[in-house]
């Protein structure tokens, strides 16, 4: 006879899982289990994923980035416990929103920078002193960071910052002007300096 | 390397849920599921990476689902409910409600036998490995289960196909 998982599946199995989920992360991040909660935006600089441990946000991820290969580097770097849980992600899905609504200069977020460490995480820390609307040459910065001749290596920390557009490495651009590589492509850098620039 | 949580919900939420339908009834399904995958979460960091997934979340459905049941035993609560939602997916030909009927019907070893083989898809020594016994015993509660659906389930004997 033919019994197969179909005959007991239901037509409203998809709303059923759907709230199944909510549930899930609801109730994880209640028994301290929810090591990586994220969620994804859209926004001008296409879909933003966003992600935060229980001591903050530690990564904001381009679509080019990859956001499968995002949630698999958070699962061995972080925990394997990652669920996509919007709730904890709710106050920086609204300040993003109002940063790229132009209604918004500074974010006020808890950040977990443990995905960067050493010189990376330094200049990282630092980054968020370039305040909206201006901007930095790399050379600039390795000197803000004590370390003149760190040049190549704050372009690195620029490149592998885990929290684009909240810690703003667009703000940093190449000697001569132009703007440099961007982990979210040089669109993108585009697009966030002529946001700030309009204000 | 282990991927995240996220991924075993989406792969295998679906079948957790039937199983979770076959063996407590639709009605605890839900409960059970969500003790589920909390419990699977809770436990993931330690599962060996090459370990296979679904029949690790079976597995612990099968514990839980155990817990549904007893607790239920210890509450007047009819025994075997439908689900509340008919299936729009039945075999043709068959009210939805019947093969509800007859799987709850069927005795505990053999609805988890058949649940875990015909819904899930596990392979009998796992099956075994989740139920207690041999691979053979497994088999046999499978088949007497399906044996059983097919006396008491007019769809299926009206189809009369071989398993």
């Given at each position: 006879m033919n019994i197969s998982a179909g005959d007991f599946a239901s037509a409203t199995d998809t709303d059923t899982l759907s709230r199944l989920r909510d549930r899930l992360g609801l109730a994880a991040e209640a028994e301290g289990l929810l090591d990586v909660a994220y969620t994804t935006i859209d926004s001008p600089v296409g879909t933003l994923l966003l992600a935060a441990t229980p001591k903050g946000l530690v990564r904001v991820a381009y679509d080019i980035e990859d956001h499968d290969r995002v949630l698999d580097t958070l699962s061995r770097r972080i925990s394997p416990r990652v669920l996509?849980?919007?709730?904890?992600?709710?106050?920086?899905a609204r300040e993003l929103g109002e940063y790229f609504g132009g209604q918004r200069q500074v974010f006020d977020l808890p950040?977990?920078?443990?995905?960067?460490?050493?010189?990376?995480?330094l200049v990282q820390r630092r980054l968020p002193e370039i305040g909206y609307g201006q901007?930095?040459?790399?050379?600039?910065?390795a000197q803000l960071v004590g370390n003149p001749r760190a040049v190549r290596a704050v372009g690195t920390a620029c490149a592998t910052n885990p929290l684009p557009v909240v810690v703003p490495c667009h703000r940093v651009l190449k000697a001569d002007g132009?703007?440099?590589?961007y982990v979210g492509g040089p669109g993108a850098k585009k697009t966030l300096l002529l946001l700030e620039a309009a204000a | 390397m282990k991927q995240p949580f996220e991924q075993l919900v989406e792969q295998h939420g679906g079948t957790v849920l039937r199983v979770c339908r076959v063996i407590v009834g639709g009605h605890d399904a839900e409960d059970a599921w969500s003790e589920t995958f909390l419990a699977a979460m809770r436990a993931y960091p330690d599962l060996p990476d090459d370990a296979n997934a679904e029949a690790w979340l079976v597995t612990i459905a099968h514990r839980k689902a155990i817990d549904v049941?007893?607790?239920?035993?210890?509450?007047?609560?009819?025994?075997?409910d439908i689900p509340e939602a008919p299936t729009t997916l039945g075999v043709p030909g068959a009210e939805d409600g019947d093969l509800w009927r007859a799987v709850a019907a069927l005795p505990e070893k053999q609805r988890q036998a058949v649940a875990y083989h015909y819904v899930a898809g596990l392979a009998y020594a796992e099956i075994a490995g989740i139920l207690g016994g041999t691979t053979d015993a497994a088999r046999r509660a499978a088949a007497d289960g399906v044996k059983n659906l097919r006396k008491n389930y007019p769809g299926a004997a009206a189809e009369g196909a071989p398993s």
């Open positions: 996509r849980a919007p709730r904890r992600l709710e106050v920086a950040l977990d920078l443990s995905l960067s460490t050493g010189f990376r995480q901007t930095r040459t790399y050379g600039q910065v132009t703007p440099g590589g | 049941l007893r607790a239920r035993k210890r509450q007047p609560a009819p025994v075997g």
